[in-house]
Every structure is written in structure tokens, then in C-alpha cells.
């Protein structure tokens, strides 16, 4: 759990490093870095919360495929209600550019945490 934890907080530190100045000069504007970081931050809580959920409660694989699952449903109304949070409570976050780098960073997690979870 520990592993594949640090595999994806890893995996995210390199996704930022690799797009925050790209989307900055591109078009994002200044705050797109922060966009970015925040989008991740804001999946990885959940993201985490699945990998130690599938890990301790499920041995069969079937049952982890149904927690999997679950634990998306999940994740998507916590991140989605999150952003929501950002988005009223801070003007900063008053820009569509927020919920295109949100949607961009729970795809990323998504998919690092879907190919932590099926080679474990």
C-alpha cells in the first residue's frame, strides 16, 4: 500500500512538473499551475482512499472489481463537490480553465491508480 501510494503521489509530482509550464505559456494563464496542482491534490485524497479499500477489503478479485467500481462513483461526487467548494468559495477559481485542469488531473490519477490496482 505504502508503494503504490508513493508510485502515485510520485506520478503526479512528474504530471505537474510536465504540464504546469507548458500550460502556463500555452494559453493557461498564470494560475494554471495552481489550477493543476490543486486538481490533483483534490484526487489523490480519494485516490487513496480506493488503493487502501481495495487493498485491506477485498481478497477476492471479483469483489475488488465491485469495490473498484464503487470507489469511482465515489471518488467522481468527492472530487466533483470539492471543486464546487474551490469554485464558489474562492474567486480564484472563478474560471473555466479550473474544471478542464480538474477533469484532466482525476483522468490522470484515474488511470495511474486503475494500472496500480490491476497489477497488484
Same mark, same amino acid.
Given at each position: 500500500?505504502?508503494?503504490?501510494?508513493?508510485? /502515485?503521489?510520485? =506520478?503526479?509530482?512528474?504530471?505537474?512538473?510536465?504540464?504546469?509550464? +507548458? =500550460?502556463?505559456?500555452?494559453?493557461?494563464?498564470?494560475?494554471?499551475? /495552481?489550477?493543476?496542482?490543486?486538481?490533483?491534490?483534490?484526487?489523490?485524497?480519494? =485516490?487513496?482512499?480506493?488503493?487502501?479499500?481495495?487493498?485491506?477489503?477485498?481478497?477476492? +478479485?471479483?469483489?475488488?472489481?465491485?469495490?473498484? *467500481?464503487?470507489?469511482?462513483?465515489?471518488?467522481?461526487?468527492?472530487?466533483?463537490?470539492?471543486?464546487?467548494?474551490?469554485?464558489?468559495?474562492?474567486?480564484?477559481?472563478?474560471?473555466?480553465?479550473?474544471?478542464?485542469?480538474?477533469?484532466? =488531473?482525476?483522468?490522470?490519477? *484515474?488511470?495511474?491508480?486503475?494500472?496500480?490496482?490491476?497489477?497488484?
Amino acid at each position: 500500500m505504502t508503494k503504490q501510494w508513493l508510485i /502515485l503521489v510520485g =506520478a503526479s509530482a512528474a504530471f505537474w512538473l510536465l504540464t504546469a509550464w +507548458p =500550460a502556463r505559456i500555452l494559453g493557461g494563464g498564470e494560475l494554471a499551475p /495552481l489550477y493543476i496542482a490543486t486538481g490533483l491534490i483534490l484526487c489523490l485524497l480519494p =485516490a487513496g482512499g480506493t488503493l487502501w479499500w481495495a487493498r485491506s477489503f477485498a481478497s477476492d +478479485p471479483a469483489q475488488q472489481v465491485l469495490i473498484v *467500481l464503487a470507489a469511482t462513483g465515489v471518488r467522481i461526487i468527492v472530487v466533483l463537490l470539492a471543486g464546487l467548494v474551490f469554485y464558489l468559495a474562492l474567486p480564484l477559481y472563478h474560471h473555466d480553465s479550473f474544471w478542464i485542469w480538474l477533469l484532466v =488531473a482525476y483522468l490522470f490519477i *484515474l488511470a495511474v491508480e486503475t494500472t496500480l490496482l490491476t497489477r497488484g
